[in-house]
């Protein structure tokens, strides 16, 4: 469980409702058209049946998304929903969640809509702290325009696009989020409805921006990229579980560790019968300074021989539509005289002849 | 010297003169937009008729002293109604040679020099390129010259309020400002009082700046070489209350306006770009009208939160220029297709690219039209004078939340930044612009669904459902809608039948009819002109008329849809000419939409059209219809 109370819930001032709801609420009668398998279903799925324990008024749930296969997504929502345009989606959120406090806006989008055509207005979301979730389907491809490498897409990939190989260096989007000053940061598989769904709520209940990279498998572009993470045999050797208050450890026996390195004073990985338990790193999502989490993030690399899950960061830091509400709430002390305002300072009259 | 401001210490001619146009010039960190939006308001207090035109370099300093660093401020004030900033100075202030060699070519022989000596050195004459210093040759004789050390008399001065040299002589603008008061005869408590305004927190600096002003009166006042003093009355306008504004003041307080008829909350989603970002400036002071101002990482950003605030029922506003709008397009195209209300204020500047950042243009037309990808019509509303803006920004709020579409302002450069006084409008004559939101569900077909798309038979507009609202959730977006239940579609009669829908919702808007000023009611040719060039079209006509000759002019408000007597109103000239700041662009619509041979005129200098280019222009057509 990583839930953390930060006295600043996320959810504050959106209604909520007394009646009993179910994931089913939450489909339309739209058919959803993902390609079979597709990991979006999994997600939409963890979605539809975690809103209900919200308990918030399904009125006043808007998702909105970009361009991509996961932007897709807010048709088959039942709240309200808007599927916008190519990497635009947070910017359209920002205004919508700067002017409605009332609302649980959230954020759908994939590893191009976010990082690449639209990374300008993801960073810059993260860094404003706007209360918004993000959910970050991460395939390493992109599936729309059928199969040409992403920004999360591996160094030497052949697609269609690059049939040498890609020459471009990935981004890690957990360092990429931390590097923006996200004050939420979290990642978490597509099949593991149980550990998505505690990412989903701890994002949720954060007051600010949330960044939740999911790895989701396209069946069709890149078939199988994460399976070294779903493999039950492999993936105690590489999923670091992330949990607030406990020491990071991991593999089938919990035999290994993350240690501070005393040369580096960065983050590694260690063998608890080597170093101990005492020498693992208690996982602090609320620590202020970012380098901890972003250390954590580097633990692994982009062949995913270790992977961190779980809440990376959750730190309290004031909102950008909180303060732009209060401006303009303490501005209207003032009086809204509308007469005054046109008449200005210096006037002068004509009378009649 | 005294400090006394006086008058009549000194026998002085008073003349009467009906209009004076003057220009303050000088390097760009002299303060001559200061300089001339004092003397603006000094004339506005007097109650004349005036008209601004400020032109700036786009560098902020540019380097000292050199012809592109040279910025300047032209007034024309009157004691009757005029239409432009004027065409030539009657009075030149050149604070250096830059500012000399850079505008004494438009001082008509027997104008008003004043000159500030203390610049004249052979550096900063070498540096323009002048080989002699043309104060001491026969160059300037066509001229009233008065060659005054504004910087050494400043100084001289200022000396006992223990300033620097360098802050006194920073305060010679102000001296020019006193000059040219006592020589117009102007009320000198307004500046003073919004001197000590200015610099509240630096009393010293607003007493230095004051006595630079007074001690600028006074030379005039004891100095023989000024033996005239002009009188400019106040004009005969309609009866009421009037302030002086500029287009940009006016546009953000239309907005605000806007929010109050309609009931609404105002959210600006804006990027910093000249010649627009003052009405971010102006917005972002109003708070407490329920407005909200976003400066976001771009412009795409500013146009996408507007719009996601229109989505939550709030007046979505973004302002920008022409590079802007290219940046919006997309953006635009979504607000077409989902059909929400949206205002984009659009500053033209002159282009392409990053053009011309601090002059004008009207070539952003076409692309307010046009400049998106596939059949996406947007109204366009254009004001045409900097109060008109107010209007303008009521007019196409009006479009927007009627019809709930973007709506296209096409301001500019000239008119955002030139003044006029605007005569305050009545509130009680402001329109109801209230909007209702869907609250239940609309389906005619008995589902109790809610149908996004369903349309407003008469307005064709879709309803507002706002998230919040019980029962109507629902999802919109870029794709294809199809028609009433606005989902997701690809049927090809469904996307035939919608391309027609949108278009013919903008179609149907209603506008007012266009008037035509036609004194004589014989005029054979007609000018039809659009946006800022109202005041040099019809300045041009007044005087085609005083030459005896007819001429007609119809001035276009709504560009698009046209209003619906415009066909007619073409029909009936032998002659349709069309002056443009662009390469024809109205004309072009013109053309293709009525089949009418419409001529046009164009200039793309960056600058307002003179009347008496245009009165020649048009001269020649009439006589050319009577050959």
Known sequence: MTTIDLGLPGLAGVPTTTEAQKAKDFKTDQEVRWCPGCGDYAVLAAVQSFLPELGLKRENIVFISGIGCSSRFPYYMNTYGMHSIHGRAPAIATGLATSREDLSVWVVTGDGDALSIGGNHLIHTLRRNVNLKILLFNNRIYGLTKGQYSPTSEEGKVTKSTPMGSLDHPFNP??????????????ALDSDRKQLTEVLRAAAEHRGSALVEIYQNCPIFNDGAFDVLKDSEAKDERIIPLVHGQPIRFGSEGQHGVVRDPKTGSLRIAEVAEVGLDALVVHDATIEDPSYAFALSRLGSHDLDHTPVGVFRSVRRATYDD??????????????????????????TVLAD | MSIDVGRGTRPVEVRKVDRVVIRFAGDSGDGMQLTGDRFTSEAAAFGNDLATLPNFPAEIR??????????SFQLHFADYDILTPGDRPDVLVAMNPAALKANIADLPPG????????????RN?????????????????AYHVHQVAMATITRAALEPTGLSKKDAERAKNM???????????????????????????????????????????NYGETTESFAVTYEVAPAKLSPGT????????????????????????????????????DILHELAKHKNFGVTTFQAEDEIAGIG????????GALGVTSTSGPGIALKSETIGLAVMTEMPLLVLDVQRGGPSTGLPTKTEQADLLQAMFGRNGEAPVPIVAPRSPADCFDAALEATRIALTYRTPVLLLSDGYIANGSEPWLIPDLDTLPDLSVEFATEPNATDGSGEFWPYLRDPETLARPWAVPGTPGLEHRIGGLEKADRTGNISYDPDNHDRMVRVRQAKIDGITVDDVEVDDPSGRARVLVLGWGSSFGPIGAACRRVRRLGMDIAHAHLRHLNPFPKNLGEVLARYDRVVVPEMNMGQLAMLIRAKYLVDAVSYTKVAGLPFKAEELQDVLVDFVKGLDA
Do not use: H
């Open chain 2, 305 to 312: 939160a507007a719009l996601g605030a229109s989505f939550g």
């Open chain 1, 323 to 348: 303060l732009a509400r209060a401006q303009v709430n303490e501005a209207k002390q003032k009086p809204a005289n509308l007469g005054s305002l046109l008449r200005g300072k210096d006037t002068w």
């Open chain 1, 174 to 187: 957990v360092s990429l989020a931390l590097g923006a000053d996200a004050t939420f940061v979290g990642r």
């Open chain 2, 111 to 122: 104008g008003t020099l004043i000159v500030n000596t203390d610049e004249f050195t052979k």
């Open chain 2, 125 to 141: 004459l070498t540096k323009v390129g002048y080989q002699a210093n043309p104060l001491e040759d026969e160059s300037l004789s």
């Open chain 2, 62 to 71: 540019a380097p000292q002293g050199t012809l592109p660093g040279v910025s």
């Open chain 2, 175 to 217: 001296f020019a400002l006193g000059l040219l008061s006592w020589m117009y005869n102007r009320e000198t408590e307004g500046t003073e009082r919004f001197l000590r305004e200015k610099f509240a927190k630096l009393p010293e600096i607003a007493e230095a700046n004051i006595l630079a002003f007074r001690t600028g009166w």
């Open chain 2, 242 to 277: 009037y302030r002086q504004i500029t287009g940009n003041t006016a546009l953000a307080y239309g907005v605000v306006a806007a929010g109050q008829c309609a009931k609404l909350p105002v959210f600006l989603g804006t990027y910093p770009i000249t010649p627009a970002s």
